[in-house]
């Protein structure tokens, strides 16, 4: 498929009608206009089976209409099709960006309470440091003039996204504030860099060498290995593997989300982790039983078995490749980490 962004839209689109409009119920109305179109369809994450579209029904007045649900509470990613075209919601500014630019609209279902719905609960902060492609959360009530050392957390993103993934759809900060306030997460400081490199040894070279220092230097950082965490998804969580099992003096706890064990030498960096004897606590594996990345991950677990290193190795039922389930992993893992503070 092709993409079709903002500045090609007016081909297409004309009136702005009402979009998405979520009703009591848990239903929620797309609508989009499009006169000339010829077919208009709707993706969104509610579905699930990979590569299915919603109809969408042509009104007399050239709006395309489809009302979907009741669906879950949570935030879904969505995007129009118009004649095999992908097309964003231009009433809708809720968006997710990529290294592209625009890759999807956001709606938001309410319900239940869940972790990364935001509540009236005291915030933290996100710092931006563009020149660094970096974004940093800090917690309730943290101040450059306290005393006060906070362990941290480096958050990585998947393929396609940047540094703004873990905010913009993942909604970290908005889990941490939560569980903080709920008592159930020491304040920490979250460090979400943009992992989009040349190849691994780049990535990890400037995360060790560039991010590091500079976090410990502008921020009020706990710089041990014991409160310092790294966890990643998809992409990120391969990143978060590779750096976390060669370098364990650096970090105490390991997250992998949607990734795994590649191959031969994977299993054999596993094995030289273990010979180390610096064991992460907690060593967090999870992945959706629909993913993608289930056989990477299965022979992780597999490998760390082996060498006997102690993990965690989680397979959410009916979860794919999706964000759901990663937000969903992230509430339970922040609690996990720093174990010293719990």
Known sequence: MRTLWFTL??????????????HADRTVTFRLSAPKATEVKLWGEWIPK???TEPMRKGP???WT????????????YIFLVDDVLVPDPANPLARTGKSGFTHNLVDVPGSPIPYHHRNVPHGVLHRHDTANLIVYTPPGYSAADRTRYP??????GNGDTETAWTETGRAHVIADNLIAAGKLKPLILVMPNGNALNRAQH????????LPFIDAQYKTIPARQSRAIVGLSMGGFQALWVGLDHPEQFGGIGVLSGGAVDEEGEKQVARYAA????????WVAIGSRDINMPFARRLDRALTASRVPHKFIVAPNAG?????????LAELLPALFPERR
């Open 9 to 22: 839209l007016a081909a297409c689109v004309y009136a702005e009608p009402a979009s998405p409009e979520v």
């Open 50 to 52: 990979y590569n299915t």
């Open 61 to 63: 007045d050239g709006i």
């Open 66 to 77: 489809a009302t979907i649900g009741p669906v879950e509470p949570d935030l879904y990613n």
């Open 152 to 157: 941290v957390l480096y958050l990585l993103h």
């Open 204 to 211: 990890e070279g400037t995360l060790l060498h560039t991010t």
């Open 276 to 283: 180390k004897n610096l064991p992460a606590s907690p060593f």
């Open 321 to 329: 490749h999706l964000w759901q389930f990663w937000r969903s992993q």
